[in-house]
């Protein structure tokens, strides 16, 4: 199993800021997921973040808007650039082991 | 590339009646299954998952699943359910590989009335 700490856990933006958003896991995976659940709605997965190159971004959602960072094999960063209402949803890291998935505790953010 | 669908937004139901949530998928290799719960303003709970063996699987709060290959299907069955299912529930699929991603349905509210 992972452990993943996830912060910040919630916050409240104004709009046009940038918000970057912190996972940690507990021991050394290959990939990291980002994911995105906007309210009453499913998860979406943003970006693969692989250690050492470029996240892979899934349609519809692009780098300067969701820039990821993955410096090591525990860690990884998401950013939300420019933020608009929009953006408000529950972000959640993710990593997989094990045949099964494991999720952070998620960042709720709202953008005002 | 994996998908889930999810035929059933809604599913109203009165407590301690049998309750099936649809699940279908597609994929062009060997996949892994899984059933997730969302209580109202909480994470995600695993319910169950397959990943190889029998094709019936269970998992907590008496809730079950069958992974049927010839239907690429994998619903999710509870014989008598309770005030306290109702939540949301996803589907989700990733490929066998450990690294591969995972891929969730639209979701299936589940309603439970007295």
């Known amino acids: 199993s992972a452990v993943i700490s996830q912060k910040p856990s919630r916050d409240i933006c104004q709009r046009g800021t940038s918000l970057t958003i912190q996972c940690q896991v507990d021991?050394?995976?290959?990939?990291m997921f980002w994911y995105r659940q906007q309210p009453g709605q499913s998860l979406t997965l943003i970006a693969t973040?692989?250690?050492?190159?470029?996240?892979?971004?899934e349609s519809g959602f692009v780098i300067d808007k969701f820039p990821i960072s993955r410096p090591n094999l525990t860690f990884s960063t998401l950013t939300v650039s420019n933020m608009s209402p929009e953006d408000s949803s529950i972000y959640l890291c993710s990593v997989v082991g094990g045949g099964e998935a494991f999720f952070g505790q998620g960042t709720r953010l709202t953008v005002v | 590339a994996q998908s889930v669908t999810q035929l059933d937004s809604q599913v109203p139901v009165f407590e301690e009646a049998p309750v099936e949530l649809r699940c279908n998928y597609s994929s062009s290799v060997s996949v892994y299954l899984f059933w997730y719960v969302q209580y109202p303003n909480q994470g995600l709970q695993l319910l169950l998952k397959?990943?190889?063996?029998?094709?019936l699987v269970k998992g907590i709060n008496g809730f079950e699943a069958e992974f049927n290959k010839s239907q690429t299907s994998f619903h999710l069955r509870k014989p008598s359910v309770h005030i306290s299912d109702t939540a949301e529930y996803f589907c989700?699929?990733?490929?066998?590989?450990?690294?591969?991603?995972?891929?969730f349905g639209t979701g299936t509210r589940l309603q439970v009335f007295p």
């Open positions: 021991s050394q995976v290959t990939m």
């Open positions: 973040a692989n250690q050492g190159s470029e996240a892979t971004y």
């Open positions: 397959y990943l190889s063996g029998s094709t």
């Open positions: 989700a699929v990733s490929g066998v590989d450990n690294t591969d991603k995972l891929i």
